[in-house]
Structures are given as structure tokens and as C-alpha cells.
């Protein structure tokens, strides 16, 4: 019997049954490196996936960086694996990594349910939006065009119970020749026919430099559909620390809207309510398509109250009963509508801004339905 037939330990032999369990125990060491490396990496690309965010870059994936990294691999593999095979498990851990990414930065989100479940009720001096509230009203002009038609339009709408008065001042036209609103004389005369009837005053702001004399003025900033993207205006209102109403872009998917209010609320402005104005589609015989499941959707992921405008999201009057009405049953907390004395002459959208006798038929048909809202189902 020479040295070589001695009895080696079960972990080091090679030939004999116990081998296998030698082989095993060696890969058992390396699943526990593996696991700890590939969990490393996945924190790392965690943390990559909140940088993003933060730099409002809500889609995580990054298919030239995915691209590269193969190349690497291919190039680096010293087999035994194919290239094909090896790339193959790490598009796996490419693909867990980005689930990991994004599910993780969802959960972080502050207009998430998930960090806050219970709903959030603005109280704007007495006047509560969401939660158990029942719904509001928000009414008035598209544009603010004179003391006398503010007057008029205030008055009428608080007799009717109306809490909340827009008119806008700045007024973001699609041509630029068309009419560009009153600007600060908007701002006053609006907060001053609100005031006397003991109304809120909502009105759009479009530009950061606007924010502070839009905020003297009124109770709550409007951020309109085409600035929903407009960041740097987002976070300004954010730190103006005012109630905002954020209009959805009317481009914008719902996820890119909830973005835009993650903007606000990360400046420490949670008074937020959101607004579906409706989308542009292929359709033709409205302006906007009304997207209903954006609401129960929004008001499904976020604690935030969630308004519909149904006079921009059809762009026609003989819809906005059943689109009030159709906002309400999936859960609005409040709707948004354009009241002018003379719809004919208005400055701006005079196709779909409704008259005072419009307005009363509006309210007579929601009514039982805003009121059957009113206690809690
Ligand atoms: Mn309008």
C-alpha cells in the first residue's frame, strides 16, 4: 500500500462516490458567493433606480446600457458556457434588477397608497376636497375678460352653492396671436368678485417667475395640461406650499401624471388634487377623449383627491351631463366646468363653455347624484 491508496477526506476525493458530495459542497460556496454578489448588484441597481426618479426620469430601463454590458460579456466569457447561454442568465438578472428598480421606487413614491393609505382631504379655509368630502364644484370662465362678467358669473355661481370660482388670468393659447388673458389686473379682479361671494379662487399659473404674484391672489395654483411637464414650474408651486390643481397633459399617461405630482409633494407640498381633462386620441367628434379609467385608476394608486374637467375632455356641451355624471360614478371627488354669461362672445373656448340656464340644467341633473355622494356609500 503506497501514500496514493491511503484514504483521502470525503471533500477532496475525486474519484470516489463521495467526490460528488466534494463537487457539491465547492458549488454550495460558490451559490453563496453568487448570491451575495448578484444581491449587491441588485441593491446597486436600486439605488441607480431612485437616482432616476429623483431625476425625473420615470422610465427605468436602459437598453443601450443593457446592450453594452452583453457586449461585455461576450467578449470577457471564458467558457465553459456559450456567449448565447452566459448572456442569457444575465439578462435574467438584467430583468429582475429593473423589476426591482422600479417596484422598489413605487413604493417610495409619496403620492403612493402605499405610503399613505388613507385618503388625503385638503381643507382650503373650510372648504374640504377628497376623502369622505362630498364633491365639488369648481366653475366659472375660461378666461377672465372683465370686472362686470366676473361679477356676474361669482355671483350666480355662489347662489348656486358654488365654492370654488376659476377664471383664467394667464392663459396658455395654442396660437400665439390668440388671446393671451389680463394677466395681474386677471388676477385681481378674479380673487376680488371670488372674495365678495365668499368663493375660492383657482387660476392657472404658466411660468415660475408667476408663482408668487399668482399665489397673493389666489387659493389655489392651476398647473395646466400643457405644463404638467413643465418641472421646474412643478416644483416652484411645490415650494409656494399653495393647494395646486394639477391638470393632466393631454398627452401624458397616467404613471407620467403621477410623476408630476410626485414633484409637488417632494418639495413637502402634499395639497395636491389631480385632474383628468381628458387625452388626445384618434377621435374626432370630441376634442379630448375623457379617460375614466385614469380616474378610478389615479384615485386606486394615490391618496389624492382626483377632479374631472368635463368641459375640456369632450370640447362639447351636450356631453357634459353624461360625462359628469359618468366622473362621478367612478369616483371623482369633484368636477371641473367653464360658465360664462355669454359663452357666444367669449374670448376663449366659446364652443363649450356652458350660459347660466346651462349651468342650472348642468347642476339640476347632478345633483342627485352629487347629493347620494354626499353621504358616504
Ligand atoms: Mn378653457
Given amino acids: 500500500m503506497n501514500h496514493n491508496d491511503l484514504p483521502v477526506p ?55 446600457r443593457e446592450e453594452r454590458q452583453l457586449k461585455y460579456i461576450e467578449e470577457v466569457n471564458p467558457g465553459p458556457f456559450s456567449a448565447a447561454a452566459l448572456k442569457s ?78 377664471g383664467g388670468a394667464y392663459k396658455p393659447r395654442t396660437s400665439p396671436y390668440g388671446f393671451q388673458g389680463m394677466g395681474i389686473d386677471g388676477l385681481i379682479l378674479g380673487a376680488g368678485a371670488a372674495r365678495d361671494h365668499n368663493m375660492l379662487f383657482v387660476t392657472e399659473v404658466m411660468d415660475t417667475r408667476d408663482v408668487e404674484v399668482v399665489a397673493e ?33 393631454f398627452a401624458a399617461t397616467i404613471e407620467e401624471w403621477l410623476y408630476a ?30 379617460d375614466l379609467s385614469a380616474v378610478a385608476l389615479a384615485k386606486q394608486e394615490t391618496h389624492l383627491p382626483v377632479l374631472v374637467d368635463v368641459t375640456h375632455a369632450a370640447g362639447r356641451r351636450d356631453l357634459l351631463i353624461p360625462l359628469a355624471k359618468a366622473a362621478l360614478a367612478v369616483g371623482a371627488d369633484g368636477l371641473h366646468v367653464e360658465v360664462h354669461p355669454s359663452p357666444a362672445t367669449a374670448l376663449s373656448d366659446n364652443e363649450q363653455q356652458l350660459d347660466f340656464a346651462g349651468y342650472e340644467a348642468f347642476e339640476a341633473a347632478l345633483k342627485p347624484l352629487m347629493g347620494a355622494l354626499n353621504v358616504k356609500l
Fill in 217 to 249: 391672489h389666489a387659493d389655489i395654483l392651476q398647473v395646466g395640461a400643457r405644463n404638467m411637464h413643465n418641472f421646474a414650474l412643478l416644483r416652484e408651486v411645490g415650494r409656494s406650499g399653495m393647494p395646486v390643481l394639477l391638470k393632466r397633459g
Fill in 10 to 64: 470525503d471533500d477532496v476525493g475525486i474519484s470516489s462516490p463521495a467526490s460528488i458530495e466534494g463537487l457539491r459542497a465547492q458549488i454550495d460556496l460558490i451559490n453563496d458567493d453568487l448570491i451575495r454578489l448578484i444581491s449587491r448588484r441588485a441593491e446597486l441597481a436600486a439605488e441607480i433606480g431612485h437616482v432616476k426618479t429623483l431625476e425625473g426620469r420615470p422610465h427605468h430601463y436602459d437598453p443601450a
Fill in 261 to 290: 405630482a410626485e414633484y409637488i409633494l417632494a418639495e413637502g407640498n402634499k395639497q395636491v388634487m389631480l385632474c383628468e381633462r381628458g387625452i388626445r386620441t384618434f377621435e374626432k367628434w370630441t376634442r379630448n377623449t375623457l
Fill in 89 to 166: 442568465i444575465f439578462k435574467e438578472i438584467f430583468r429582475a434588477s429593473l423589476d426591482l428598480e422600479e417596484a422598489n421606487d413605487k413604493k417610495q413614491l409619496l403620492v403612493s397608497r402605499k405610503v399613505q393609505s388613507a385618503d388625503t382631504v385638503l381643507d382650503i379655509k373650510g372648504v374640504r376636497i377628497g376623502g369622505d368630502a362630498p364633491p365639488i364644484m369648481i366653475a366659472g370662465p375660461c378666461s377672465i375678460e372683465g370686472e362686470e362678467m366676473m361679477e356676474a358669473t361669482a355671483s350666480f355661481l355662489a347662489a348656486k352653492g358654488v365654492r370654488i370660482l376659476r
